[in-house]
């Protein structure tokens, strides 16, 4: 029966008029569930079934609006159209009809509809009941083998949602565990992605390697539980001590790679504490370079602010580290107190990056290479680099202080 329809769901919200589609079409999944918890985002993320037509509807709405017009898939007739603030999926019905595409969906809150031109609500599985007592419970068990990425959406759902997964689900959930590895790993490293980034997701993606979902990427994560669910926190804890630390957790780890350090620092964790081995196991779900070499590093260093007190590291240690690190080690900081070592400990490394004056965490050149090559009548050779290494070292240790004694150190060093 008719309803009135939650402002969320509201064509007044869309970006494009709702005339623009052809009934029979109905509003679907998240945004459905989201409006009904009261839920907001700053993205919208629309997702409509259509009987037919779906994907020249989706043409359509693109021509009209001068939004961006993607093909998702020709063969099961869905089509995207992108605005600036976000994503409208058009789709066509599985199954022929509106409650034949419900019943094919992941968990029964993701199989609510909303018709948009009457307000009412189509929830033959009644998710409605679900929302109410927060649980994700399944649709079918062959729903989740049909797509095993769902097994991986319950933790990630629940994570987001603070819902808890329905019994069955559970179980179900645990036995089909060996089926991830036949999905692509490039879908199980975005699931992966939105736990790291999610302050909830840690207990989730602990009670994930308990069910055995994670075993096939990272064996032994188990085993450092201790550290993983106490990051946040000493992050928390750390920002309040340092608000200018703080500011680095949420930084990408590049403009083109949107991975949070902190969810680097976490995804460290749980690979193998030996770095080859670590390096094996990102390198099998596809993480770029740049990730990977950052998780290596903070599983480096970290033993090595372990072993002894941090105000026993030489200068020399002290700037390998930084050197190694750049904008990683906030991260490293926050895993170092996460295993056991004292803030007072830390924090001579943490004063030291907060300086951007202080030439062992930040420095600068006295000299360059072609000034060397100029001064000493060099060719260009990796010595140049070797020369180079050894007056920032000098620098380091307070032994140089000016380029003239930068030329003076290594005419010394070319003459012997």
């Known amino acids: 029966m008719p ?50 037509r779906a994907v020249k509807t989706a043409r359509k709405i693109a021509d009209r609006t001068n939004g961006g017009f993607v093909l998702l898939d020709a063969e099961r007739q869905i089509a995207r159209v992108v605005f600036a603030g976000g994503t409208v999926d058009l789709a066509q019905a599985e199954g022929g009809s509106l409650e034949g595409d419900l019943l094919r969906r992941d968990f029964r809150i993701n199989a609510i509809a909303c018709n948009p031109f009457t307000g009412e609500i189509i929830d033959p599985l009644d998710g409605q009941t679900d929302l109410r007592l927060g649980l994700l419970r399944m649709v079918s068990r062959s729903n989740l083998e049909d797509d095993p990425l769902r097994l991986l959406r319950a933790y990630r759902q629940a994570a987001q949602l603070g819902f808890a997964i329905e019994a069955e689900t559970q179980s179900a959930i645990r036995e089909l565990a060996p089926l991830l590895s036949r999905v692509a790993v490039e879908r199980v490293r975005t699931e992966l992605g939105y736990l790291l980034i999610n302050p909830e997701g840690v207990p989730w993606i602990c009670r994930g390697c308990e069910d055995g979902l994670f075993s096939i990427w990272f064996e032994s994560a188990i085993d450092r539980f201790d550290i993983l669910t106490k990051i946040d926190l ?97 991260v490293l900081a926050v895993l170092a107190v996460a295993a056991g070592v004292a803030v007072d400990e830390i924090s001579i490394l943490i004063n030291r990056y907060l300086d951007k004056d202080d030439i062992i965490a930040h420095p600068t050149q006295l000299v360059s290479g072609n000034d060397l090559m100029e001064y000493l009548n060099l060719p260009r050779s990796p010595r140049i680099g070797q020369l180079l290494m050894k007056i920032q070292l000098a620098r380091v240790e307070g032994r140089i202080a000016t380029r003239e004694d930068a030329l003076k150190l290594v005419a010394e060093l070319v003459n012997q």
């Open 3 to 52: 309803i009135n329809l939650p402002c969320s769901l509201s064509p007044d919200t869309w970006p494009f008029d709702l005339k623009l589609l052809t009934p029979p079409a109905y509003l679907v999944g998240g945004a459905v569930r989201d409006a009904l918890l009261g839920r907001r985002s700053h993205y919208f993320d629309l997702d409509f079934v259509m009987l037919t």
């Open 234 to 330: 000493c992050a928390d804890k750390l920002a309040a001590i340092y608000p200018e630390l703080g500011k680095e957790f949420g930084r990408q780890i590049r403009d083109t790679i949107k991975t949070p350090l902190l969810a680097v620092a976490k995804l460290a964790v749980l690979a193998d504490s030996d770095p080859t081995i670590a390096e094996t196991e990102l390198l099998r779900l596809k993480y770029s370079n740049v990730e990977i070499k950052s998780a290596i590093g903070l599983l480096k260093y970290l033993p090595q602010l372990q072993a002894k007190p941090i105000a026993e590291m030489s200068l020399r240690e002290q700037y390998f580290l930084f050197r190694d690190l750049g904008i990683i080690f906030p």
